[in-house]
């Protein structure tokens, strides 16, 4: 079965950055892109940055410039830079068969990893 492990959260200093990590299982390599989620306390889950099956990427607006997606093998990652207080927010790795509009439409979710700046 497919299984996405997000690690690499915490709490970091406004300007301060992080690197996510997510690891997955259970998918074929080529098969699926990945992609970040946020969400923060009371509000809706939104797409951060995604990657699809040739490495092309896909980055929100709000974190462009500030954030990279990149991905080697089964593992995705999310690095971080000059983080704002509006960053806050359990971060979550999604996996999905379809790209659309430079997202990856997921499929399966992650358990998610806290960010708090």
């Known amino acids: 079965h497919v299984q996405l492990v997000e690690s690499g959260g915490g709490s970091v200093q406004t300007g301060g950055s992080l690197r996510l990590s997510c690891q997955a299982s259970g998918i074929t390599l080529g098969g699926y892109c990945m992609g970040w989620y946020r969400q923060a306390p009371g509000k809706e889950r939104e797409w951060v940055a995604a990657?699809?099956?040739?490495?092309n990427t896909g980055v929100a607006d709000s974190v462009k410039g500030r954030f990279t997606v990149s991905r080697h093998s089964y593992n995705l990652f999310l690095h971080m830079t000059t983080l704002e207080p509006e960053d806050t927010a359990m971060y979550y790795c999604?996996?999905?068969?379809?790209?659309?509009?430079?997202?990856?439409?997921?499929?399966?979710w992650g358990q998610g990893t806290q960010v708090t700046v």
């Open positions: 990657v699809d099956v040739n490495d």
């Open positions: 999604a996996a999905g068969r379809r790209w659309e509009g430079s997202q990856c439409v997921p499929e399966y």
